[in-house]
């Protein structure tokens, strides 16, 4: 497993990609799709797809329900560049190459991230089929020594110690609230505590977690959120409730169960997502 990504080697994945896409619009938002969500990436238009496998450098998500490509077009009118299906820490990748497709995008120009995912709700109020705003995370694979910014540091793009005072974009935040009005859709706000997965979290892991201020749990989008930041993209999160979870071991938690909820969860997502693009 390789440990470090240099910037030669994301350099040349993104060239990889730029010649794919050369007629196409410089993308606004890079957009990541979690599990069961990936849906969205099916109405991107005039899209020109290419699988992971076809790029340099480039991890291949194993993941059910997680396809495995970028989709690259339009979504109401505005460029965009979706990755149907993610990449997770738990699969046996690098926390660089789990970034890479963050570092592609920083590479291209893309100035903006929204980043989505399955969630499990921490918070007692949150109900499966909910979406979460995310308005701040708690970095627990980074606590436990798996910070994506380890190693050299990529100075092109950012700083050694980057700030993360704001890792989600309050103007976005704001953008998302109101498309959320405008559709009646109730937007649950919170944090997202990342951890590594696979294994689901333990009752004492969530009584845990909801000690320390976690509203949800999965195993993603934390390293991805850093990764931008240190870049200085602008980012909003958004999660889906599909699980309760289950503080006091009364219930399981399947992948099943996940996937099934990404059903409801995918057309409120869809609603936010294209608003916060309109006026991006
Ligand atoms: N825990 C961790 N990750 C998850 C969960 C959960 O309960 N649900 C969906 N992803």
Known sequence: MQNFISIEQIDATAQAVKKKISTLREPLAGII????????????????????????????????????RFVIGELESKP????????HYYEGYSMGQVTLPVRVMQRLGIPNLIVTNAAGGVHPDFLPGDVMLITDQLNL??????????GPNLDEIG?????????????????????????KITLREGVYA??????????ADLRFLRLAGADAVGMSTVPEVIVARHGNMRVLGLS????????????????????EAGKVITPKVEMIIRAVLRNL
Request: contains cysteine; charged residues 20%; hydrophobic residues 35%.
């Open 141 to 150: 694979m980074g606590m436990s020594g798996l910070n994506p910014l380890m």
């Open 194 to 203: 990342g951890l590594s997965g696979p294994s689901f979290e333990s009752p």
């Open 159 to 183: 700083t050694r110690f980057p700030d993360m005072s704001q890792a989600y974009d309050r103007d976005c935040m704001d953008l998302a609230r109101k498309a959320a009005k405008e559709n």
């Open 33 to 68: 799709l979690g599990s069961g969500l990936n849906g969205l990436a099916d109405s991107v238009q005039n899209a020109v797809r290419i699988p992971y496998g076809d790029l340099p450098n480039f991890p291949v998500s194993t993941v059910e329900g997680h396809t495995g």
């Open 80 to 87: 965009v560049f979706v990755m149907q299906g993610r990449i």
């Open 240 to 259: 889906g409730i599909s699980n309760k979870a289950n503080l006091d071991g009364t219930t399981i938690t399947t992948h099943e169960e996940v996937m």
